[in-house]
């Protein structure tokens, strides 16, 4: 099992920037790949980016490219998602996730956070 913390959620005003963290512990000597997705009130779950577990490839949600970056340090068991020019739209609760390999589907995940807030104030 993998066990997965976020945090640096909060409350932004509209252009400002964000770096949530994703912490993995457990079973994390397998490679993985992460994913972060976001779910707002009322909406259902969407992908926003992931990552390999290399590093070397990123995908990202057309709502996101250019603003957002996934990325990681092994290491520390730990993938990054930077929010940069934060739009109101972007509010919800952000996950990250964990599969075997990348991927944008969200049922295809194994492992989930908790979830963090992000609230974008316009």
């Known amino acids: 099992q993998v066990q997965l913390v976020e945090s640096g959620g909060g409350l932004v005003q509209a252009g400002g920037a964000l770096r949530l963290s994703c912490a993995a512990s457990g079973r994390t000597f397998i490679p993985y790949a992460m994913g972060w997705f976001r779910q707002a009130p009322g909406k259902e779950r969407e992908f926003v980016g992931a990552i390999t577990w290399s590093g070397g490839m990123t995908y990202y949600a057309d709502a996101v490219k250019g603003r957002f970056t996934v990325s990681r340090d092994n290491d520390e068991n730990t993938v990054y998602l930077q929010m940069n020019s934060l739009k109101p739209e972007d509010t919800a609760v952000y996950y990250c996730?964990?599969?075997?390999?990348?991927?944008?589907?969200?049922?295809?995940?194994?492992?989930w956070g908790q979830g963090t807030q992000v609230t974008v104030s316009s």
């Open positions: 996730a964990v599969r075997k390999t990348i991927g944008i589907r969200a049922k295809n995940y194994d492992y």
